[in-house]
């Protein structure tokens, strides 16, 4: 059951997005300073070690986490370990707001997630939201010529970023909809950080696990200046530890299908941010897009308080 969406909670799905297209462009920026799966783990050590003083108590049963391995496994992999290594192997070759745009093509894998796996049937407003949201996508893809999209060239960027938010889309079905071993009774007496700390464990080591295969082809190596420190220090407590963790509140109230249109806000971020910081100006078909998102998301939240 989903509760209706209110201003506290807007207010807290409004956050990660933010965040997050912080964090695309702080991917950017890092280009040729850090190979892209390094600055995924490294991110992750330094959040797990963060977190640790507060999260270590789900360490002192390790039969808890043992017994639910093949779980966090899952969840470590989609959430921590392949997101954001897509996302900073999407931001080599493409845009920070590019691929914030391509990122909000999400509510339509939302949907599709949730009808195929957890057969949840999606709104005729939240289909129209969608579809809304996909069209943003298509129209920033054909770069404002949508006589062109069936020729459009979608760079290395942009697919990985496709899957990305695919893998995410399963990421946060898991957390809405957890097995019973993970539910009432049976949960482990867990806070938030005991149960975000277990989830890293298992991503940090998908996340070691790829920068370890990337070391030996990587074309760069790691350029330590006080600005890369900078950038993993936020990267590793922004994106990370504040945004999983108001993400996390915002899918288990109003579910992943509401939560996902307000991550749909990061393009807008990212466009502001990389105008400012990186000299990277949208352009009218992104403020197009950026229109068709937000009519998006409206519609969805309407049809969910509706429901």
Known sequence: MTSALTPRLALLLTLPPLLWAGNAVVGRAMVGSVPPL??????WWLALALLLPIGWRALREPAQIAS???????????????????????????????????????????LLVGLLFYREQPSARQLLGAALSLAGVLLVISRGSLAALREVHLVPGDLFMLLAV???????????????HL??????????AEFLLVQMLFGTAWATLAAAVEA????????WTPAVAAALLYVAIGPSLIAYRAWGLGVATVGPTVATFFANLTPVFAGLLSA????????????????????GIVVSALGARRR
């Open 38 to 43: 390094a600055l995924n783990a490294l991110r």
């Open 68 to 110: 639910r391995w093949k779980h966090f496994a899952w969840l470590g992999l989609l959430g921590v370990g392949s997101y954001n290594a897509l996302q900073y192997l999407a931001v080599q070759t493409s845009t920070p707001l590019n691929v914030t745009l391509i990122a909000a093509s999400s509510p339509l894998w939302m």
């Open 166 to 180: 695919l893998l995410w889309a399963g990421y946060s079905w898991m957390l809405a909809r957890p097995p019973a």
């Open 183 to 192: 539910r009432d009774a049976a949960r482990p007496a867990w806070n938030w």
């Open 216 to 223: 030996p082809l990587a074309s760069v190596s790691i350029h």
């Open 276 to 295: 400012a910081l990186l000299g990277e100006a949208p352009r009218w078909y992104h403020a197009a897009a950026f229109a068709l998102i937000a009519a």
